[in-house]
């Protein structure tokens, strides 16, 4: 069909809907190019969005905020759903612990209402400022309070979704006990828009801590310095709420950027903040390794660290970020691994990490998205982490980026078979290849099989 008459006969059947026809890019640049946005209002709408793209097998790919940085939403001719209206807390339940949202209500603001009630929901994703629920849902987001309380997927309780046939369901129970069936819930956790869409979600809620935190800023000579107080207040047993660091780099960007006065060192910053009980604990390591900290307001130091993505963009627009995690015995390695690299091809590697959770952020700082260093980088840098034991992604999700990448951790590590049946769980839900076609787990299985180039050369943008 001529691509201009669908796109009317999509919008006649459509027309009480809002809508624009408009290209955009996501946080990286890169370019997305949908026959039509549309801006639904509630799950009805979404409903009959989802039907009538099914009727004339246009794909359709769900925009929260658009701050994913592995190439979840880039689309040629696809319908954009734009949820930033279905944004209401519907519910806030005190004694089940759990708040009602519908997908398009922006995480900070959400846990700014809880807060006034004395909860929360912890994760927090550096991104909370700008990032949606649904999004998070989606990609099963980690943040700066992973190390204790783990990522989104532990803050999910029950989800209502449009399947890619229009059928509306929920899956889960708005509680923590609930053992019915096959745990269809966190199949749609992290599965980054490609077999439902989220219109409604409950959250577990937790209260605040009691008291305020002990938090310092650490000031290290040497990276290993970092990772060696970890391991001693882990071996301890000592809780981490928090422990982020930031090399020299990152600071002097954040500073330029935002105007503040962060100090750092040679071998960068690290935030620990740890419920107050463990204050002498945590000093004692540090004073055992000689090590300069001052105490720190955690809030105000995590706002700060919370800049870092932004003013790392700001100032190398083309720069790219890993999200690889490796298990904290060979976070040294890697980190020397990452040196060598960074001499090797000439190209500076930032580096921002939840270091706790050994989840490190490299960013190649690339001049230009044309330089072809930063695909062998990117790719390199990821199979390390596979070869070490870990993973491609912590937090960030693969999109079509990180497609090859997560065919080699899981052939390396569980087996291709794996892989095969999720590909298979993608077919059995979206037969048509409705949702968010081409990336994640089905480009990963046909890059696999060697049907699709698309998802190697990702470095072209726009602009
Ligand atoms: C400065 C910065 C800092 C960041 N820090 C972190 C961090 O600390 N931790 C972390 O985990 N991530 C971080 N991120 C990455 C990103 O912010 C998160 O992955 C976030 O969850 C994306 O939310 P979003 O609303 O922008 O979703 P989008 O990028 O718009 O979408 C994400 C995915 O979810 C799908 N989706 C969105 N809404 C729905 C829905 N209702 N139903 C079905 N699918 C849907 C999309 O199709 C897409 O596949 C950061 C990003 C930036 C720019």
Redesign the pocket.
């Known amino acids: 069909m001529n691509p201009d008459s669908l796109t009317e006969r999509i919008v006649t059947e459509l027309d009480e809907i809002q809508h624009s026809r408009e290209s955009r890019t996501?946080?990286l640049n890169l370019p997305i190019n949908p026959i039509l946005v549309f801006y639904p209002k509630d799950k009805s709408d979404v409903i009959k969005i989802v039907t009538v793209a099914k009727k004339y097998k246009v794909p359709v790919?769900?925009?929260?905020?658009?701050?994913?940085?592995a190439g979840?939403?880039s689309c040629e001719g696809c319908i954009l759903l734009d949820?930033k209206y279905m944004n209401r807390i519907l519910e806030i339940n005190d004694v089940e612990w759990y708040v009602r949202v519908q997908?398009g209500v922006i995480l900070g603001e959400l846990n700014g209402e809880l807060r006034k009630r004395g909860f929360f929901i912890p994760p927090e994703?550096?991104?909370s400022f700008?990032?949606?629920v649904?999004?998070?849902i989606?990609?099963a987001?980690?943040?700066?309070r992973s190390v204790r309380y783990g990522t989104f997927k532990e803050w999910v309780l029950r989800l209502e979704v449009v399947l890619p046939n229009g059928e509306l369901v929920t899956v889960g129970e708005p509680f923590v006990k609930n053992r019915a069936g096959y745990d269809l819930l966190h199949l749609f956790v992290g599965s980054?828009?490609t077999l439902?869409?989220?219109t409604e979600a409950w959250l577990r809620i937790t209260p605040l801590p009691p008291e305020k935190p002990f938090t310092v800023l650490i000031y290290l000579e040497r990276f290993e310095e970092g990772v060696e107080v970890i391991k001693r207040l882990r071996r301890q047993g000592t809780i981490l709420d928090v422990a982020e660091y930031m090399d020299e780099t990152v600071v002097r960007a954040i500073n330029k950027h935002f105007n503040t006065n962060l100090n750092s060192s040679s071998g960068g910053v690290l935030i620990i903040s740890t419920p107050p009980v463990y204050e002498r604990r945590v000093t004692d390591v540090l004073d055992s390794l000689n090590l300069r900290f001052e105490r720190v307001d955690e809030e105000e130091i995590l706002s700060i660290r919370a800049l870092s993505?932004?003013a790392l963009k700001a100032e190398w627009r083309d720069r790219v970020s890993e999200d690889v995690v490796v298990p904290l015995g060979y976070l040294d390695v890697a980190y020397r691994e990452i040196k060598k690299l960074e001499n090797e091809y000439g190209v500076r590697i930032a580096l921002l990490a939840h270091l706790g959770d050994g989840n490190l952020h490299p960013n190649i700082l690339v001049e230009s998205r044309d330089d072809e260093r930063l695909q062998v980088l990117y790719d390199r840098i990821g199979r390390l982490a596979v070869d070490l034991g870990g993973s491609v992604s912590g937090?960030?999700?693969i999109g079509f980026m990180k497609a090859e990448l997560l065919a080699y951790q899981i052939n390396s590590h569980n087996g291709l078979e794996v892989l095969r049946i999720m590909s298979d769980i993608k077919r059995l839900i979206d037969p048509q290849n409705q949702l968010?076609p081409n990336k994640f787990v089905q480009l990963a299985w046909n890059l696999w099989e060697g049907r699709s180039g698309h998802g190697r050369g990702w470095i072209k943008t726009e602009g």
């Open positions: 996501d946080f790919v769900v925009w929260g905020s658009g701050t994913s940085l979840h939403l949820m997908p994703p550096a991104s700008l990032c949606t649904g999004g998070v989606s990609n987001s980690g943040g700066m980054e828009g439902g869409i989220i993505g932004v937090e960030h999700g968010n």
